[in-house]
């Protein structure tokens, strides 16, 4: 995906963030122009006897690559079910995203249950097994309106990477093994990352301590994300990167991501967050969207991802091809 997910999940306050918004110009959190989704698309495996017929919907997400495919997703399962679909993707920051579910400016997103739990529902410490996490923050977020789908195991969380060569060089396959390696051969642990992630206690200090990593700041490469990718691949400014999970860019340039053993980083695996008045009205929505986000997972996500990052593809396309493929949608074009 495009590397944004630390401003994806992690912001500013909700009321900075409408203030932001709107001295952009906006009138409100989320209230953004949209436009309606034209297709031409049929009801496949999913939306039969187009059960949302009359209905008028609007699908929104943030910014970055990955939610915009998941937003165009949601939007054309509702078009073949039958809805008139308003797209207002493409919303910057996941407070603005979220608002607009909240006000019923728009009806639904794809969100990640990580950023429901630690940064709208502001708990510190994430919940380890993915199941009580998703549970944890359905239930924490009645209250406010919103109503979680059952969770995809798409996770797009952070991970470590290492190109091929080095993968076989050194051997390592967790951030347990790293940890030892840095103090077998503090050297060989070399790290490319962006700022943010380098200062953050839910990122490189956090992790170093989670795992009882020595690794001297001079050996911390700071830089964008986009950059990372490209320097992990090469393997001579740094051995590691730090990267996402489901960006395209790692099957691309053919780089090993290592596992995560003692579970420090938070899941943030992608569910529909719904507007609650919307899924009273429209209960069906929960049948439409259940197959589709039981289909998404990582290796999905990354091939998806890779035909915009990597490809130049159009999110809707992508999005649009990739139901067809499935048998979710047909094309009535």
Known sequence: MTAVPWR???TVPAAAACLLLAAAGLSGCGLVSGSPMSDAV???????????KGAELTVTSKEF???????QIMGLAFKAAGATVVDKTNIQGTIGARE?????????????????WITHL???????????????VRDGDRANGLVWLPQSKLNNTYALALNAQQHKRLGVETLSDVAALSHKNPS?????????????????????KAYGMTIPPGNVKKMTSGVVYTQAAEGRACTFGEVYTTDGRIKAMGLHTLKDDRHFFP???????????????????????GPITKALDNTVAQRLNGKVDVDGQDPHEVAKEWLIEKGFIKDGG
């Open 122 to 136: 502001g708990h510190e410490r994430p919940i380890a097994d993915p199941q009580k996490q998703w549970e944890a």
């Open 100 to 116: 607009a579910v909240k006000s019923g400016t728009a009806d639904g997103m794809y969100e990640y249950t990580g950023t429901g």
């Open 188 to 208: 060989a642990v070399t790290l490319c990352a962006e700022a943010e992630f380098s200062a953050r206690n839910d990122g490189l200090p956090g992790m170093a």
């Open 8 to 10: 994806a999940r992690r």
């Open 267 to 289: 899941n943030y695996n992608a569910a529909p967050e719904m507007n609650a008045a919307t899924m009273k009205k429209y209960p069906q929505i929960a049948g439409i969207l």
């Open 65 to 71: 690559t990955e939610n915009i495919i998941l937003g």
């Open 42 to 52: 049929e009801p496949g495996t999913i939306g039969r006897g187009q059960p949302l």
